[in-house]
């Protein structure tokens, strides 16, 4: 019995002892921490965050988590490198996610522990490699360097060992993506001139979506990220110094200046660019009344209404309106006070006092040359004229208890006046001329028959 209860401590003695020897074959596994500065897992309001294991190396890796039953886990293949994403729950009710541990085997190396204490959108990047990479073959050394070199922005280093694995035995016989790689060396690097180029000249608009690209097509790249930094600094100061600038001159009535900053911010996509789109359009809109002097005013004469002011815009390219009005002295008289009235039952043949107003439309007819001062000639047209006028009297009666009193009334007339015209303008002047019709609408002859005679109204004015 004894003999037998020696042999079984023997034999678990020597099963302990080979394990052990086991264990201490296996090699290391390294495995660095890669997570780039700011980096975030971007998941809304769910509580997770994630976690990415790199591996460049031939083998497969199995991964475990003593907190979590099971792993959601992604694989995927970035030329010769397999990506490990997994998604970790960093709150759930009822379970506690402390002290938990990710853990990393590989065939013919040692288990490797990577403690996880995660917080809500954080993302960490390890990267797993073999101590005895060096020994492999040169295709993948090469392959590894390029990638390497290819996140750190030296891309024609990064081409030269990409061509170094391309000279392989391997390469056409194991899946790579050194083609692509390179092409996308190439490209990085065309982009990075022209992102300097736009930077030359404080196009940091520009400059900054080309950094934006670049940092999707090489995520792991700190140089771009701290490029884009300063392209997006400059970009907001920029913006800044248009708006704040432009808007200086623009209060002080300095439109050029204004107008040339306004143009760049906009041009440059700036965030106040709707505020800059409308002062420009008033900008546009004094120097097209300036330069072709649309604004005009002139007198207005007419033998029955002297007094006349008359408005009008004169655009060179499309229609524009006018206002006019005009009155005689009897209208002053009337106001003040100081008409004197008919005492009769006479009716004049002239209206004591009568006004007249009208609104229409100019319309452009002819220029010869636009790079000369010569006549440029605009038709006016008015269906919507009017004029009042008639006299005042005051008649004494006597009623039936011979107590006399005075009749006093003013035989106002209304008169429908539409009117078509011509106005001719050379340099500052324009001239201008309307036929008026009369209907008038209340009759009184023979007062009634001079308001309704058609008239002729002549104008002299100048433009600005």
């Not at 990409?162 to 982009?191: G, M, R, V």
């Not at 771009?224 to 300063?230: A, G, Q």
């Not at 003013?410 to 036929?435: D, K, N, Q, T």
Request: charge should be negative; aromatic fraction near 12%; charged fraction near 25%.
């Amino acid at each position: 019995m004894k003999t037998y209860a020696k042999a079984i401590v023997a034999l678990t003695a020597m099963i302990s002892f080979s394990v052990v020897n086991a264990q201490e074959q296996f090699k290391n596994l390294i495995i660095t921490n890669i997570t780039p500065e700011l980096s975030v897992y971007p998941c809304g309001d769910r509580h997770e965050a994630q976690v990415i294991i790199r591996c460049q190396e031939p083998f497969d890796l199995v991964l475990s988590s003593n907190t979590d039953t099971k792993l959601d886990l992604t694989i995927t293949t970035e030329g010769p490198e397999k990506v490990y994403s997994i998604v970790f729950k960093t709150k759930e009710e009822g379970t506690s996610f402390k002290g938990r541990q990710l853990t990393v085997v590989a065939e013919g190396f040692k288990k490797h522990y990577i403690p996880l204490n995660l917080s809500d959108k954080e993302k960490l990047e390890f990267m797993v490699t073999d101590p005895y990479s060096k020994l492999r073959s040169l295709f993948y050394t090469a392959t590894e360097a390029g990638v390497s070199l290819m996140s750190e922005g030296m891309y024609d280093a990064a081409i030269d060992q990409f061509n170094i694995a391309k000279q392989c035995p391997e390469f056409p016989e194991t899946p790579n993506h050194l083609d692509e790689y390179i092409e996308k060396c190439d490209s990085l690097k065309i982009w990075t001139a022209k992102a300097a180029a736009y930077s030359a000249n404080e196009d940091y608009f520009n400059a900054r979506l080309i950094y934006m690209k670049m940092m999707t097509e090489n995520p792991s790249c700190n140089l771009i990220r701290n490029l884009y930094s300063d392209a997006n600094e400059n970009y907001n100061r920029v913006s800044k110094h248009d708006i704040d600038v432009a808007q200086a001159y623009f209060d002080s009535k300095r439109y050029e200046e204004a107008r040339e900053l306004y143009e760049h911010a906009i041009a440059q996509n700036n965030p106040q660019s709707a505020l800059a789109g409308t002062n420009l359009a008033l900008i546009q809109l004094k120097r097209y009344k300036q330069d072709n002097h649309t604004r005009s005013v002139s007198y207005i004469y007419n033998k029955d209404c002297n007094i006349g002011i008359m408005f009008a815009g004169l655009k060179p390219d499309k229609s524009g309106g006018y206002f006019s009005f005009g009155f005689e002295k009897g209208c002053i008289d009337l106001l003040s006070g100081n008409l004197d009235p008919i005492t009769t039952d006479f009716k004049p043949s002239e209206p004591m006092y009568q006004a007249m107003i009208s609104a229409g439309w100019t319309m452009r007819l002819y220029t010869q040359s636009d790079k000369i001062y010569i006549p440029k000639v605009w038709m006016l047209l008015s269906p919507f004229g009017y004029s009042i006028g008639g006299f005042y009297s005051k008649i004494e009666v006597t009623d039936e208890n011979n107590n006399k009193t005075f009749d006093e009334d003013y035989h106002l007339m209304h008169v429908l006046a539409p009117e078509v015209g011509i106005a001719v303008r050379m340099w500052r002047v324009i001239l201008s001329y309307r036929f008026q019709y009369r209907y008038v609408i209340n009759k009184q002859t023979p007062t009634s028959d001079n308001l309704g005679n058609a008239k002729n109204l002549f104008g002299i004015g100048f433009c600005w």
